[in-house]
């Protein structure tokens, strides 16, 4: 199965799972429990915004290896898409100015912010130990699953 086939099977899972439930946190943790076993990824898990004021992201729910807590607004990749309010797609997160290597078997990565009321709520943070695994195909369905949470 082509990775965009399976996320055309996956995206009505996933609507399903979260239809209805209001409690973010159940949303993030089974979202991230469908994406992490139909893909395998090394690491697949949502950081929240934990106070604006104080500009750092709190670990969410995930699936796979010990994670880094906390991660300052605009630092990592994490922080650079909380900023800049969009995806970010790195082919080589060792060659990224700023990664926050939590993981040294971690090579690419992408991170989909999720948006409410305009504002972002939270991000979506997939890595990878091959490099070069994400890429427009991943950006058009994860921000679709994004804006389902948001």
């Known amino acids: 199965m082509t990775k965009q086939e399976t996320y055309q099977t996956l995206i009505p899972q996933i609507e399903s799972l979260v239809a209805g439930e209001t409690d973010a ?16 990824f ?13 500009g750092e992201l709190i670990l969410g729910p995930f699936q796979g290896p010990i994670a880094c807590t906390r991660i300052p607004f605009g630092r990592g990749v994490c922080g650079t898409a909380w900023q800049r309010a969009e995806t970010v ?6 060659e990224f100015a700023g990664h926050i290597a939590c993981s ?19 991000v979506l943070d997939i890595d990878s130990t091959d490099f070069n695994t994400f890429d427009e195909t991943d ?7 994004a804006r389902m949470l948001g």
């Open 25 to 40: 946190i159940a949303n993030m943790a089974n979202v991230a429990a469908a994406l992490h076993e139909a893909f395998g």
């Open 89 to 94: 797609i790195v082919p080589n997160v060792h």
């Open 139 to 145: 950006r058009h369905y994860l921000e679709q699953i």
């Open 42 to 54: 090394w690491w697949t898990g949502f950081y929240r915004v934990s106070n604006e004021r104080i």
């Open 104 to 122: 040294s078997a971690s090579n690419s990565e992408i991170v989909v912010p999720i948006l409410h009321d305009g504002r972002v709520v939270a």
